[in-house]
């Protein structure tokens, strides 16, 4: 499974920080491809803005042979909170990248699970566009 972490910089930020954060280092030692969004979100529609970054999205999360549907957790989202690191500082601490890498791999190891109960589901004809059985 490829593993992707999207950053995205605050609102009129440019996002080429991200490159010399110790998340970026820290996620790409951990095998994760990193992007990080670079477009200033305050000038033009924040609309567009938001499109741009769904589209970048989608484009990491193409797989043609699992539905998207099948690669999102069923759960809401989470909140992570990284204790006593400031706005600004969030993104050269050492333990907010620390938290965010595992957190991403806890999510990835979830949506490996997935996958691997829905292959076997598929093999042993359980699976979701099976035909019902009978008794």
């Not at 994760?32 to 477009?39: I, L, P, Q, S, V």
């Not at 989202?77 to 965010?100: K, W, Y």
């Not at 890498?101 to 042993?124: G, P």
Request: no cysteine; proline share 7%.
């Amino acid at each position: 499974m490829s593993k992707a972490l999207v950053f995205v910089g605050g609102l009129a930020a440019p996002g080429n920080e991200w490159p010399l954060t110790p998340i970026r280092r820290s996620a790409r030692e951990q095998g994760w491809r990193t992007k990080y969004f670079n477009e200033r979100l305050v000038f033009g529609p924040l609309t567009t803005s938001a499109q741009r970054l769904v589209e970048l999205v989608d484009e990491l999360d193409k797989d043609m042979l699992v539905p998207k549907s099948a690669t999102r957790p069923n759960r809401p989202h989470t909140l992570l909170e990284v204790p006593n690191v400031g706005h600004l500082r969030v993104n050269f601490d050492q333990s907010t990248a620390d938290t965010i890498i595992e957190w991403a791999n806890a999510l990835t190891d979830e949506l490996v699970e997935r996958h691997q109960n829905l292959d076997r589901d598929t093999r042993s004809g359980n699976g979701p566009n099976s035909a019902p059985t009978t008794s």
